[in-house]
Every structure is written in C-alpha cells, then in structure tokens.
C-alpha cells in the first residue's frame, strides 16, 4: 500500500480529508502512483501532469523520504519506505511569486 500525501487544494478537488492510501501493481514509481492516483480519482486528471505529454505540472513537486524526485525520470524506482508504505510520497504545489 502506498500512502501518498496531497496538497490542500488537490485534497478538497478530490474530497479526501487527509492522506490517500493507493495499491500499486507492479514496481512502485512515479508514474504508477499517479496512474493509480488518476484511476482513483479521475477529477485530478491534468492536475498533476499534463493529460497530453504526460510531463509533471510545472508548479507540482514530488517528494519521498526527504529527496526531491520532481526532476528523476517518472520510472525512477521509489524508495523501499515508500513502497512498503512506512513513509509516504508527498505531491507538492510549489509556490512562485517575488
């Protein structure tokens, strides 16, 4: 079971109080997570990556056990914690501005 943390506003889009626990087939990346994320939840399709390229969202960041993976490939291997489900992977809204 993979645990997966959502920022606010994807969280009320979805209407899920708090973390969303996700079974994954296969090796846990990226991408199956937010495959899973997307079939579970079709209201966040095109959220998170673009429905078209399939690319992360620029202002989208991911997160798991403390590293950044917004820049790994979305078949990068996630950590053993986060497939095991000890520790979650965290999607992220950055924030920009001046």
Known sequence: MIRVVLPAHLK????????VELEVV?????R???D??????PVLLGTIRDPRTQQRRKF???YACERDLSLESL???LPQAVATG????FVIGA???G
Do not use: K, N
């Open 95 to 97: 924030m920009a501005g």
């Open 12 to 19: 009320t889009l979805a209407q899920v109080p708090g973390e």
């Open 32 to 34: 199956a997570v937010i």
């Open 26 to 30: 296969g090796t846990p990346t990226p």
């Open 86 to 89: 000890s520790e979650p992977f």
């Open 60 to 62: 989208v960041r991911f």
């Open 36 to 41: 899973a994320l997307e079939d579970r939840y």
């Open 75 to 77: 078949d990068v291997a």
